[in-house]
């Protein structure tokens, strides 16, 4: 049998465009969209100078600002995580009726525009409002209070949680539950021992969108937080502000810090979710 030999045997063409065409077309997409946006966010408050950016973004009303959006979004953040988790496990083990509508409803925060569903937390939970008025003979506000700015970001925050959790709930075997109940654990002991180390990874993931979400979110806050300086005015509006006035290097000062904090935060996240999954052995 005689074999002939090329020397220059070409490579089998793919349909699918090649590594240098989808790397460049990706790199150029990014950079247009991603890289060149935050450059020009980062390069815009240097005009001010090292010693002017400090004093932009420690004047008393911008830590306020601050210490608000990141403080109610890892607070709104942690409660989703909790409750998330719940609403996503009760509908994976269980039925009941309207299960598909429920689920529906979940993802309503996604549809609803930011600021429609600021005008409707700010109905039912104003001092007259279906809720606030139930609230108000116990002395607790939630409209135009730092606690509304939770409410709020804990409504936007919810559907990362629950959609990040139940596909993984969903792949779970229920036979490793059925054996640790065998070997003698209680309901607790399985689920710390053996369900939170499988969906820990994912549930830290949608602990991340949330709070990344909810520290950037203006418009369902707008409306329900009152936006009264130093108590319920969050960072996003103070930008607008900023910029209202024609303060561009000062606006883009506090985005910057927003920017830098959001990146260390999720950076930590990440990390304690790369060491979450060793620990489980995913």
Known sequence: ??????????????????????????????????????????????????????????????????????????LGASINAVFGLAVAWMLVRYDFPLKRLVDAVVDLPFALPTAVAGIALTSLYAPNGWIG???????????????GVVVALTFIGLPFVVRTVQPVLEDLDKELEEAAASLGATRVETFVRVILPTILPALLTGFALAFARAVGEYGSVIFIAGNMPMVSEIAPLLIVIRLEQFDYAGAAAIGVTMLLASFVLLLVINLLQRWTRRWAGL
């Open 1 to 74: 049998m005689t074999v002939l030999w090329q020397p220059f045997a070409r490579p089998r063409r793919s349909v699918i465009p090649g590594l240098g065409l989808t790397l460049g077309v990706t790199l150029l997409y990014m950079t247009l969209i991603v890289l060149v946006p935050l450059a020009a966010l980062v390069a815009r408050p240097w005009e001010l100078g090292i010693a002017g950016f400090l004093d932009q973004v420690t004047q008393p009303r911008v830590l306020a600002a601050l210490r608000l959006s990141f403080g109610a979004a890892f």
């Open 133 to 147: 008025q139930f609230l108000a003979p116990l002395g607790v506000q939630v409209a135009f209070t730092p606690l």
